[in-house]
């Protein structure tokens, strides 16, 4: 179980990357430029929840960036929210 900090744009090697390696049992923190790939309806998201990993966006980046209505299938959290999954999740993988 890893826990995936996708601060990259649906547009670059690093988001494919962390498609290629994620698994069911893992979960994906979107930020920065990552939460582009939260958008609803587009070929990233879809791509992301194919991956079966919990799906999370920081709420603090998502909104910053105008990506401000919660998409299906994905989780906001705030700092707090972020600490705990840290906690949950021993292992982490950053993308940028």
């Known amino acids: ?14 988001f494919e990357d962390c498609l290629s390696v994620a698994r069911s049992g893992d979960a994906i923190v979107l930020m920065g430029d990552g939460v582009y790939a939260a958008l609803s309806g587009t070929r990233a998201w879809e791509e992301l929840q194919s991956k079966g990993a919990e799906l999370y966006l920081l709420n603090s980046d998502a909104l ?27 292992r982490q993988q950053a993308w940028y």
Do not use: K, Y
């Open 1 to 14: 179980m890893i826990l995936h900090t996708l601060n990259a744009a649906p547009s670059s090697a690093a």
């Open 64 to 90: 910053a960036l105008g990506v401000m209505q919660p998409t299906e299938g994905g989780n906001w959290i705030d700092m707090d929210g972020f600490v705990a999954l840290t906690e949950r999740f021993p």
